[in-house]
Nanobody, 121 residues
Framework: EVQLVESGGGLVQPGGSLRLSCAAS????????MGWVRQAPGKGLEWVST???????YYEDSVKGRFTISRDNAKNTLYLQLNSLEIEDTAIYYC???????????????RGQGTQVTVSS
């Protein structure tokens, strides 16, 4: 059974940082891309970042330079470092399992239960 368990969310002031983690199990982690998607209040799912099996990373434009995705294949764990957080980053962040070696699908990729990130002064 595939399991994706996110952690690390919380309440932070604008300009602050958080590190999200996603513990994955039930599939061969090293053979699939992984990623993060988010859902802000009242909005649809939004792609945030992807890391492929070679470690190549991709980011949505609004988070480029502020967020860093990484993976530890030995621990079957995905990370997202969030720096310089903005109020607009407030959302539930979901870890997403890739559909192949290089891509996730925002709508159909299996996701965890999510972790809430709230940016507020």
């Amino acid at each position: 059974e595939v399991q994706l368990v996110e952690s690390g969310g919380g309440l932070v002031q604008p300009g602050g940082s958080l590190r999200l983690s996603c513990a994955a199990s039930g599939f061969t982690f090293t053979t699939l891309a992984m990623g993060w998607v988010r859902q802000a209040p009242g909005k649809g799912l939004e792609w945030v970042s992807t890391i492929d099996i070679r470690g190549q990373t991709y980011y949505e434009d609004s988070v480029k330079g502020r967020f860093t995705i990484s993976r530890d294949n030995a621990k079957n764990t995905l990370y997202l470092q969030l720096n310089s957080l903005e109020i607009e980053d407030t959302a539930i962040y979901y870890c997403a399992k890739g559909i192949n070696y290089g891509f996730i699908d925002v709508q159909t990729s299996q996701r965890g239960q999510g972790t809430q990130v709230t940016v507020s002064s």
